[in-house]
């Protein structure tokens, strides 16, 4: 089955630090995985994706992950946090190899993350 | 270029009311999911529809509610006789491109229901 586990809730960081917010994953087939970001009362932006190619992949506002296929794990980094980074940000995962369940994405439970001025 | 459209935003029912949510897919867009996120959890799951066709509906509950896009005009996922449980924001979002498993998927701002 799929799942997608984010272990942290929350992740606390000061401005200007580096964030980082995990997650992994589970697949039968070949893992297509995507990070997006969710404001109060807003829906979710598509933030960047994996499918294949360079494991580190760079996305939008300064956000990257790190695809690690040996630890099932694609977390989301920025190398300098900002107060307007703060919002509730979601890993999902697709099974590129399951016919029944194409174009669905399945979510983890997110995570809030807070950056302190 | 409107993006996903989703109304209404807030709608407010009774416990064994109808509830009605619509939501228009991006232009070009032909595969719709929809998906419903409760306090302090994720986003689930609920349905994928393409024109006229349900693809995968394994997420929905089994009564009360249904979803459909019509060849012309919005997807509108129907919840009835509603309960409490029920309240949570629901999301729709589109694909041009259902089964490319490298698309992403764009969200509109979700449709939140309150059932008193």
């Known amino acids: 089955a799929q799942s997608v586990a984010q272990p942290e809730d929350q992740v606390n960081v000061a401005e200007g630090n580096p964030l980082t917010v995990k997650c992994t994953y589970s697949?039968?087939?070949?893992?297509?995985l995507f990070w997006y970001v969710q404001y109060p009362n807003r829906g979710l932006q598509f933030l960047l994706k994996y499918i294949t190619g360079d494991n580190l992949v760079k996305g939008s506002y300064g956000f990257e992950a790190e695809f690690n296929k040996s630890q099932t794990s694609f977390h989301l980094k920025k190398p300098s946090a900002l107060v307007s980074d703060s919002a509730l940000y979601f890993c999902?995962?697709?099974?590129?190899?399951?016919?029944?369940?194409?174009?669905?994405?399945?979510f983890g439970r997110g995570t809030q993350l807070t950056v302190w001025p | 270029n409107a993006g996903v459209m989703q109304n209404p935003r807030h709608l407010v029912r009774r416990r064994g009311q109808e509830a009605r949510l619509r939501c228009s897919p991006m232009k070009g867009h032909s595969h719709v999911y929809w998906y419903r996120q409760l306090p302090e959890e994720g986003l689930k799951f609920m349905v994928y529809l393409q024109k006229e066709n349900i693809i995968d509906e394994s997420g929905m509950p089994k009564e009360r509610f249904s979803a459909e896009f019509p060849k012309e005009g919005p997807s509108i996922l129907r919840i009835q006789q509603v309960v409490r449980g029920d309240s949570a924001a629901y999301f729709c979002?589109?694909?041009?491109?259902?089964?490319?498993?490298?698309?992403?998927?764009?969200f509109g701002e979700g449709s939140r229901l309150t059932v008193l």
């Open positions: 999902a995962v697709r099974d590129g190899d399951r016919g029944s369940t194409l174009g669905r994405l399945y």
């Open positions: 979002a589109s694909s041009s491109r259902g089964r490319d498993v490298s698309g992403e998927l764009f």
């Open positions: 697949v039968s087939g070949n893992p297509y």
